[in-house]
């Protein structure tokens, strides 16, 4: 018997987060200030972690080893750093699971592509620093834990980015390299595309598990629940297929 690695309702609760998304910008946050509100408090993508928590459960992890509310329960050491608040982080007897870093851009393209890409490759490499010199070995953990040897194995790193799709993040681009030439792949490339290579390149150089990119087109009075993705290799319901399988791995 084959048992799905999804819940059944994993095409809903996607089409559920990307809704939220986009009514929890439209809005707005009155203690903030307008949709910039619910941006710095990350109320945008929460339709994301409630996926995260559901396909957990549905792989059989407890609830409680899914932390994804409150700054405290989902930070983890650093090496270059004393720590970073993740979106998502999983932790099972001890064991560090997964992580999760949830992005989203709507306009202000050229001002954010480099901080986004930045962000990201900075984020990777300090985790990878920090498990590398144990700083995840249960023997570390602060909570009481049956499971106190060596596991060598890496946890999942997952990682999201949620892009406008508009005629300024499609349309092809010039670049100004004045002493060397920009890799071939880059020429032309909208900032949509230019997305999709990050993407796969953070997981060609094994700095996350899985990135996915995923295209939402803003429209005016709906909460469009549509999302689209550029490749196979950075779809979003990839993302927490490849994520179930590490999580039913590791309570079988």
Not at 16 to 45: C, D, E, P, Y
Not at 55 to 60: E, I, L, P, V
Not at 135 to 153: A, G, I, M, Q, S
């Amino acid at each position: 018997m084959t048992i799905p690695l999804l819940p059944p309702d994993i095409d809903t609760l996607l089409t559920s987060a990307v809704q939220i998304f986009w009514k929890s910008r439209s809005s707005g946050n009155k203690t903030q200030g307008g949709s910039r509100g619910n941006v710095i408090s990350g109320k945008n993508l929460d339709g994301f972690l409630h996926a995260v928590k559901e396909t957990a459960k549905h792989c059989g992890l407890s609830e409680d080893c899914v932390h994804t509310e409150g700054r405290a329960n989902v930070t983890l050491p650093g090496f270059y750093r004393p720590h970073k608040s993740w979106d998502v982080v999983v932790i099972h007897k001890g064991r560090l699971l997964a992580a999760f870093e949830f992005k989203s851009q709507v306009g202000s393209f050229g001002n954010n592509f480099n901080n986004r890409s930045e962000e990201a490759i900075g984020s990777a490499a300090d985790l990878w620093a920090a498990f590398k010199n144990g700083y995840y070995h249960p023997d570390n953990y602060k909570k009481e834990t049956n499971t106190k040897h060596h596991d060598p194995r890496r946890p999942f790193l997952g990682y999201l980015m949620l892009l406008q799709k508009c005629e300024r993040s499609t349309k092809a681009l010039s670049n100004n390299s004045p002493h060397y030439n920009i890799a071939p792949e880059f020429e032309n490339a909208s900032y949509a595309e230019r997305y999709k290579i990050l993407c796969e390149r953070l997981m060609e150089q094994r700095l996350y598990d899985f990135a996915a990119l995923a295209l939402s087109e803003k429209k005016a009075g709906t909460s469009s629940g549509l999302w689209e993705s550029l490749s196979p290799a950075t779809d979003l319901k990839q993302l927490f297929a490849e994520f179930a399988g590490r999580i039913a791995a590791a309570v079988a």
